[in-house]
């Protein structure tokens, strides 16, 4: 089974400075799809970022971007020029691409989150 | 844009209750999912449903049943619910493909206290 670690219970960083957030996962697939979440206080989940596997070319979004080192299993969050409204938990998520004999999707696999303070 | 709605957001049930929690999505997605989110445990999978009445107990199932009658909805159940039960509910779905990389989309949440 899979396993997302998150070593980061909390972070803090200064607005408009710049901080990573870690994640590492175990698994002994190489077809898999990798995801940040982020979770702020209304407790709304929102997707921040995505990579697949199969890409070498680390995705970004906006201020946001991510680190993927597919051999350590490693797939750290960049958020640059932090904002008060970056405050939040932040998820890390693992979901397989393997193919089930149905054809249905895998599930998701999360981490524990860190807990992201943005400090004015 | 996809919209996961869930019946509550917060609810205070008494030990030993049956206790419904309801989640409906508008976006014909065929995989929906239950989590539990509590601090330092992240979000645990509870049941998998990849379509209509169709299920698979995720890694904490003990103490809950689904029910997924329609493709829109997707029903937790605590049969008897228990003080250890108080947590955070959170209900997603997604496609259901393999071949497509899609996220998983989240309602609001469900704050629930077992007294």
């Known amino acids: 089974a899979q396993t997302v670690t998150q070593s980061q219970p909390e972070m803090s960083v200064q607005e408009a400075e710049t901080v990573t957030l870690s994640c590492t996962y175990d698994?002994?697939?190489?077809?898999?799809?990798l995801f940040w979440y982020k979770q702020p206080p209304s407790r709304q989940m929102i997707l921040v970022i995505r990579?697949?596997?199969?890409?070498?070319q680390n995705a970004t979004e906006n201020r946001f971007s991510v680190n993927f080192q597919k051999a350590a299993k490693s797939f750290s969050l960049k958020i640059s020029d932090s904002q008060l409204g970056d405050a939040a938990m932040y998820f890390c998520?693992?979901?397989?691409?393997?193919?089930?004999?149905?054809?249905?999707?895998?599930?998701?696999?999360f981490g524990p989150g860190t807990r992201l303070s943005v400090l004015p | 844009d996809v919209k996961v709605t869930q019946s509550s957001r917060y609810l205070v049930k008494r030990t030993g209750e049956k206790v419904f929690l309801e989640c409906v999505q508008d976006?014909?997605?065929?995989?929906m999912f239950w989590y539990r989110q509590d601090p330092g445990l992240g979000l645990r999978l509870i049941y998998f449903?990849?379509?209509?009445?169709?299920?698979e107990k995720g890694d904490i199932p003990e103490g809950y049943s689904v029910s997924r009658e329609k493709k829109e909805r997707f029903s937790l159940i605590l049969e008897s619910a228990s003080t250890n039960q108080t947590s955070m509910y959170l209900c997603?779905?997604?496609?259901?493909?393999?071949?497509?990389?899609?996220?998983?989309?989240f309602g609001q949440g469900t704050r629930l206290t077992v007294v």
């Open positions: 998520a693992y979901r397989s691409a393997r193919r089930r004999r149905d054809n249905y999707g895998q599930n998701f696999v």
């Open positions: 976006m014909d997605h065929e995989n």
């Open positions: 990579q697949e596997a199969y890409k070498q």
């Open positions: 449903s990849y379509d209509v009445k169709m299920k």
């Open positions: 698994t002994s697939e190489s077809d898999y799809y």
């Open positions: 997603a779905s997604s496609l259901g493909q393999y071949l497509l990389n899609t996220e998983a989309f």
